[in-house]
């Protein structure tokens, strides 16, 4: 099963526009506040379909939600590939929103499942850490594929048509795992079901502290992250205008020779770092004081960042962004190991779609008006100036609950 776990996110991550998302959207004439809207038009949409898709996949089969999920991106991936209009593009969101909301959790509580009915739950950050680092190896590849489409092809069109294949060869894929990961399912459909499973995940998610606690820490160090990663690409976009070794070549394919190559190497480096995020923990102690280093680490990136984004420095720019995307592979397993601990397991999917949900509420928020300010000042620093105020405010609010947890004698 950790090679079809593995195949699953190399194939998932074969999503050959990511790199170039904004790019593509920037050559049909939107701004960056029209690119903020439709952020958040998406983040919106996960919103709606978020915690009780996470319910339905617990209730009713998680292979099934998966299944749902790859069929509804492929019909994303079209709409972008050929779309001419603004209104085409929220069709597009909205499908890939709908994806993402019955894929998020889903497939993290069938490997934590798998684990436990192997009797090796003391390996979730370890297990996971490994899968996750066979999806950045896909997307590392996944990057190549995409460079070289754009280069050879000279427009973004073809990025979203050729990310249809292997989302297909993965719902093959998961024709293949066992039926005992689709967990208890439930015969018949019923609304008061979800709804009953629903509301306990919620009351879990509200009351138990150490879950809220991971919530409010989840919140602010995704948010920022979903928020301002794709900001790299025009920052690399202008690097490649501005380099002399690639002046003979035209402005896309100079662009696209530049972005493949940080993106190829960023990717890399997450696979590294997901694959070794157990012995972070390991070395601080506990996933608790991993976490703890992780978010210092983030507040020194950003304070790095808002002074290299000011004085457009953006080679280092470029540098900071690739150890943010490094220290998001490190977080992440980190992080869902310490939910699933404080979670139960047949609503394992549910309590992870509640924190994807509360991450995609907050990015709507933040997407347009990021994406506002960067129009404002014709520059990316809010990009540092937000992520900053973000870290030093969690930082502030993890030592504060400490305080009230530990008080001292």
Known sequence: ???????????????????????????????????????????????????PSGALADLYGRRRAMILSFSVYVVSFLLFGWSQSLITLFGGMFFLALGDAFRTGTHKAMIFDWLRLQGRDHENTKIYGYTRSWSKMGSAISVLIAGGLVFYSGNYSYIFRFSVIPYLLNIINFLGYPAVLDGERKHGFSMKAVAILLGSALKQAVHHSPLRRLMVESIGFGVMFKASKDYLQPVLKQTAILLPLLLTLESEKRTALLVSTVYFVLHLLSSVTSRHAHRLADWQGSEEGAARFIWRVEWLLFACLLPLLWFKQYAGVIVTFVALEALQNFWRPVLVSRINLHSTPEMGATILSIESQAKSFATMLLAPLLGLAVDGVNGFWPVGTVGLLIATGILFYSHTRREIAEPSI
């Open 1 to 51: 099963m950790l090679f079809r776990f593995s195949l699953y996110g190399f194939l998932k991550n074969q999503r050959y526009y990511e790199p170039f998302l904004i790019l593509a959207f920037r050559e049909k004439g939107l701004s960056f506040f029209q690119i903020g809207i439709l952020i958040g038009f998406r983040e919106i949409c996960i919103n709606l379909f978020e915690v």
